[in-house]
């Protein structure tokens, strides 16, 4: 049952001050994430233009998405309780996310329909994979946390929040993160601090996560936006200010892990590319679920994790290859 019937409030924007907002009665999951739920409009297209350039898209395809949204499914998938804070608008999109979500094995609990238009994604991909996403909507960057979604996190086994999700959010999370009870915070850095600018988190506050997560996550455009540099050195760099751990992520380049045993680079696995769309959200779950549930070391929780991630780019759509444990070992048993 989701809080989606929840009231709006006097302002139309209370997440945050509507104690109906997001109840349950159930025991908090064991993953917890915070960020969008959408519908992907994907074209196929010839080319990613260049500016002031075109394409051509031979067909056009709809699934689900939204990083907060894939890495619960995701983490469901490798066998997780997992539960999704989330708020949808109150269209015809809003709706149908809702339902999908409803079919689908995460607590919807604290997912919420509010007035405004549900975030939706368009994306560009070419014949090698590649893509470009353009975000538009607004109910994702409206987010507030209410009273009951910080006792669901304060009470989950552990926590993931993407940056896309609003700097009031975040403010809230780093609260409950700082605590002295608090679950292990997995903070991802998913879009370059252009991209973040009016929706998302703030550098002064990407710059708090650093210190507060307990594991640190960046792909390599984002790192070469925050930090002025990539892989090793960004991995490097992030320890210095202070991160307990860091996953730099490099798609085909394979990622670097740090921790207080040093330095590790773990190379991505060659496998045929049909979608490189929700790699980084199939990753990022395998990460939480070996590095920060399961307690195995970095480079064993690396290599669950890089093979997560394969698996999902051979089939088109965000989680179109999403992963069973089971099938993750089957994959690494045979390398």
């Known amino acids: 049952m989701t809080g989606r019937d929840a009231g709006d409030g006097a302002g139309g924007d209370a997440d945050a001050d509507d104690p109906t907002t997001g109840t349950s009665d159930a025991t908090a999951p064991e993953v917890v994430t915070i960020g969008a739920a959408t519908v992907d409009r994907t074209y196929h297209v010839s080319n990613i233009p260049e500016p002031d350039g075109g394409a051509y898209a031979g067909s056009v395809a709809e699934a689900f998405g939204g990083v907060g949204a894939n890495v619960a499914v995701a983490s469901a998938r490798l066998g997780r309780s997992t539960g999704l804070v989330a708020r949808l608008g109150d269209g015809d999109v809003g709706g149908r996310v809702a339902e999908d979500l409803d079919a689908s094995q995460i607590d919807d609990a604290h997912v919420r329909r509010k007035p405004g238009t549900s975030t939706h994604c368009v994306i560009l991909r070419d014949g090698d994979g590649k893509r470009s996403i353009v975000t538009a909507g607004d109910s994702a960057k409206r987010l507030r946390l209410s009273a009951a979604d910080r006792a669901y996190l304060a009470d989950a086994g552990a926590a993931f929040l993407t940056a896309y999700n609003p700097d009031p959010v975040h403010r809230d999370a780093i609260d409950l993160a700082e605590a002295a009870e608090a679950p292990p915070f997995i903070f991802d850095l998913s879009g370059p601090l252009a991209e973040l600018a ?110 997560a991630a394969a698996l999902n780019v051979t089939s088109e759509g965000a989680r179109g290859g999403l992963a069973t444990r089971d099938s993750v070992e089957s994959f690494l048993d045979g390398r």
Do not use: K
């Open 198 to 307: 009016g929706r998302g988190a703030s550098e002064e506050t990407i710059d708090r996560w650093v210190e507060v997560a307990d594991v640190f996550v960046v792909g390599a455009v984002a790192a070469e936006s925050y930090l002025g540099c990539r892989g090793r050195e960004a991995a490097t760099e992030l320890r210095s200010r202070g991160a307990q751990r860091v996953a730099v992520t490099g798609g085909r380049e394979g990622a670097v892990l740090v921790d207080e045993a040093g330095i590790h680079e773990l190379p991505a696995f060659d496998v045929p590319v049909a979608d490189e769309t929700g790699a980084g959200d199939a990753y990022v779950a395998a990460l939480m679920d070996r590095w920060v549930l399961g307690g195995d070391d970095a480079r064993r929780a690396g290599r669950f994790a890089a093979a």
